[in-house]
C-alpha cells in the first residue's frame, strides 16, 4: 500500500527533519538593537516537542535580555500542499501580546520564514522579522532572526547557537 504524502515527509522528508530537532538544548544567545553592535550575550535553553501527531514541533524556549528573564513558544510545522515552513511565535519580551506568523521556503539544511509585525501608535508602516533554522548536524543547530525595515534593510537581532543535551535518540 502506498504511503501518504504525511508519512512520506515523516520517512525522509520536512516532517523527517522537524522530527530531528526533537529534544533538550542549551544555547548561547546573542542580541543586536542596532545594526553591528551586539547588545547582550547570555545563556538559553529550550525543549523541542513533537505534538498533534508529528504534524509540527513546538519550541519552548527561555533566557534571559539584560538580566531580564523572558520566555517563547513557536510552533513550526511544514504545509505539504503549499510546500513551505510555517510558525506561530510568541514571547514575553519581543511580542508584548502580539502571536506572529511566519511563512516561508526550505533551505539547504533548515528553513527561512518571514513574519511581521507593528503597532498603530508607531505608525502604520508594519517591519518584517526573518527567522532562520539551519540545522548545522544532529547535535547543534542555529536559530536566527532579522529586523527588516519598511524599506527592506535588513539586519541581524538575535542569534542562538543551541547544543543538544537530550534527544529522542540520546
Known amino acids: ?3 501518504s504524502k504525511f508519512e512520506q515527509s515523516l520517512a525522509d522528508g520536512a516532517h523527517k ?7 533538550s538544548w542549551k ?3 546573542r542580541t543586536w538593537f542596532e545594526k553591528d553592535v551586539l547588545a547582550d550575550e547570555s545563556p538559553a535553553e529550550a525543549e523541542i516537542t513533537a505534538i498533534l501527531g508529528d504534524r ?10 539584560e538580566a ?16 513551505r515552513f510555517n510558525s ?13 506568523l511566519s511563512s516561508g521556503e526550505a533551505t539547504a539544511n533548515g528553513f527561512s ?3 511581521e509585525y507593528g503597532s498603530p501608535e508607531y505608525g502604520e508602516q508594519l ?10 548536524n544532529e547535535a547543534e543547530f542555529i536559530l536566527t532572526a532579522y529586523n527588516v525595515s519598511p524599506e527592506g534593510d535588513e539586519a541581524k537581532a538575535t542569534e542562538t547557537v543551541y547544543k543538544r543535551t537530550a534527544g529522542r535518540d540520546l
Open 88 to 100: 506561530s511565535w510568541v514571547d514575553s519580551f519581543h511580542m508584548g501580546t502580539q502571536i506572529m
Open 56 to 65: 509540527f514541533i513546538s519550541l519552548d524556549y527561555q533566557g534571559s535580555l
Open 113 to 115: 520564514v518571514f513574519g
Open 127 to 136: 517591519w518584517g522579522w526573518r527567522t532562520t533554522l539551519e540545522i548545522v
Open 68 to 83: 531580564k528573564q523572558f520566555e517563547g513558544k513557536m510552533i513550526i510545522g511544514f504545509d505539504i500542499p503549499y510546500q
Open 27 to 29: 544555547g548561547l544567545t
Open 17 to 23: 527533519q522537524l522530527q530531528s530537532l526533537v529534544g
Open 1 to 3: 500500500m502506498a504511503k
